[in-house]
Structures are given as structure tokens and as C-alpha cells.
């Protein structure tokens, strides 16, 4: 059974720093995905990955993936305030059946 | 696109009643899928469909829990009777099966049994 674990499960961070979410998981993937959601919403999509080694940047954000590690990164640049929310990877086992990690609940202070 | 349309957005309704949630997935997209969200169990992945039929619905909690795609556009998923532990948020999402594509959620509906 497809395990996904985030960490850290909470992080609080200031203004203008860096720091990286990391997602582990336990079986086999070729797709993983990162959503955001804030507090009262649905999830909003961020990235999907598909391969090995690959990366996307969106603004402050950039995903990567590494399949033999079974390990993707969410890499926050120069953090803001508008960051705060909730972030969730979620993994593809096959046949599109998808499964979502704790999430990570990011609180960035002014 | 108007996404996915899940309703009703919100629902109180007391212990042993029957609820039934739907969903109306983006057009063209050939997978639907259920998940519950807790603060408990944070989401979790209920039942899952392919071209309006069910592929896994190992997630599924209960008998108490049926969900149902009689064609493209429509899906539903009942609780009956329901309990105060089945309170949550009940997402419903949908894809297109092709490589690179995101899975897309609806608003949720917010269920409380009292």
C-alpha cells in the first residue's frame, strides 16, 4: 500500500526566507502532484511531475522530483506572506489512483 | 469551463438521515474521483471512476457509503443512514487520462451530521 509523508507538517517561517518541503513515498510512481489549498477553499494545483529529475518553477515556488529516491521538494524562494496556506504532494500509483500526503501548513510572518 | 460543480456546498442534517452529495465533472474529462478531508485523516481518497465506471472503491469506509456515475456528467455519493463521524468535507475531482494533466477539484461539499 502507497504511503506519502510529508514534513514537515508544520512550518512558520519570516518573511524573505527559504525553505523546503520534502514528500516521501513508499512504492513506485511516475506522477506526483502539488497542490495548495487555503484555509475554507479546495485544492489548487501547483505542479504535476512526471519523470525523473524533473523540475518546475512557478514564481516563488519550484518542485522537483527524483523517482529513484522516491522523493519530491517544494522549495520556497525569498518567502511571503501570501505563501501562507496549506500544501499537499499527492502521488499517482497507477491507474490514476492518487493519494494525498498529510500536507504541510506554511505560515510565512510579516 | 465552470470546473467542477459539486453541491450542495453545504449540509446540516441529523443523525440517520440519508444524505446524498453530487457532482457534475469538467466536460470531456474521463476519471472522477471522491475524497473526504479531516483534521483527523486529512484527505482521503473514497472511490474513483473511469469512463463513468467504479475502478477502486477500497477507500470507501462503510457499506453505508454507495457512489454511483450514470454517465459522463453526473456523479453522486450517498450516505445511508448517516453518523456524526462521517462529518467532513467531501471533494470531487476530475481528470482527463493523459500524461501531464492535473487533477482538478470542485468547491466541496461541507457535511455535518448532528
Known amino acids: 500500500e502507497l504511503k506519502v509523508e510529508q514534513n514537515p507538517l508544520f512550518l512558520s517561517m519570516q518573511e524573505g526566507k527559504n525553505y523546503t518541503i520534502y514528500c516521501n513515498y513508499s512504492t513506485t510512481s511516475d506522477r506526483l502532484y502539488w497542490y495548495r489549498q487555503d484555509p475554507g477553499k479546495s485544492l489548487e494545483s501547483l505542479f504535476v511531475?512526471?519523470?525523473?529529475?524533473a523540475v518546475k518553477q512557478e514564481g516563488r515556488l519550484m518542485a522537483s522530483l527524483d523517482t529513484k529516491a522516491r522523493l519530491s521538494t517544494l522549495h520556497i524562494t525569498a518567502a511571503v506572506h501570501d505563501l501562507s496556506a496549506t500544501y499537499f504532494c499527492a502521488v499517482e500509483t497507477g491507474g490514476f489512483k492518487t493519494i494525498f500526503g498529510a500536507g504541510t501548513r506554511l505560515f510565512v510572518k510579516a | 469551463d465552470a470546473g467542477v460543480i459539486q453541491s450542495p456546498r453545504h449540509e446540516v442534517t441529523e443523525m440517520g438521515q440519508e444524505v446524498t452529495l453530487r457532482c457534475k465533472p469538467i466536460s470531456g474529462h474521463d476519471y472522477l474521483f471522491w475524497y473526504r478531508q479531516t483534521m483527523m485523516r486529512g484527505l482521503e481518497l473514497l472511490i474513483y471512476?473511469?469512463?463513468?465506471?467504479?475502478?477502486?472503491d477500497s477507500g470507501m469506509p462503510e457499506d453505508r457509503f454507495s457512489a454511483k456515475m450514470p454517465n459522463a456528467s453526473f456523479s453522486t455519493l450517498k450516505i445511508q443512514p448517516s453518523e456524526p463521524r462521517d462529518s467532513a468535507v467531501y471533494f470531487c475531482?476530475?481528470?482527463?487520462?493523459?500524461?501531464?494533466?492535473?487533477?482538478?477539484f470542485g468547491e466541496g461539499s461541507w457535511l455535518t451530521v448532528v
Open positions: 471512476f473511469n469512463n463513468n465506471v467504479p475502478i477502486d
Open positions: 475531482a476530475s481528470t482527463l487520462g493523459l500524461s501531464g494533466n492535473t487533477i482538478y
Open positions: 511531475l512526471l519523470s525523473n529529475g
